[in-house]
């Protein structure tokens, strides 16, 4: 479940690659779709669950902060990918392409490092 898991975050980044010209806003909510799951992917990995409701992607980035070896960066910005992402999709934020490609490589990172941690 997590090797699949991880997959579909890596699928994830290409559509949001893809689609930065096309729809930033759904490319926005791809990459940070592509972190979590692989936030999530790691949790699964070692016998965790990802809370549901309220708070749940937030404990999502807190696990990956205290558990996922971070040496490029990436995973310190997961929880301001989800703030960026809540205010995309709840208060109408506009992103810009320049911010969407520098957030893509942190997503890029992520999913990298969660992929180096379980080997």
Do not use: C, W
Request: glycine letters at 8%; aromatic letters at 6%.
């Amino acid at each position: 479940m997590a090797e699949l898991r991880l997959a579909r975050a890596t699928h994830h980044l290409t559509t949001a690659a893809t689609l930065i010209v096309v729809d930033g806003e759904v490319a926005y909510n791809a990459l940070y779709d592509a972190a979590r799951k692989s936030v999530t992917s790691h949790m699964l990995a070692y016998g965790f669950r990802a809370p549901s409701g309220l708070g749940a992607h937030e404990a999502v980035g807190i696990y990956a902060i205290e558990r996922i070896p971070d040496v490029t960066g990436g995973v310190a910005q997961y929880q301001r990918l989800r703030r960026t992402r809540n205010r995309s999709e709840y208060n109408d934020f506009v992103l810009g392409q320049a911010q969407i490609a520098a957030d893509l490589r942190h997503a890029k990172n992520i999913v990298a490092a969660v992929r180096a941690s379980l080997g």
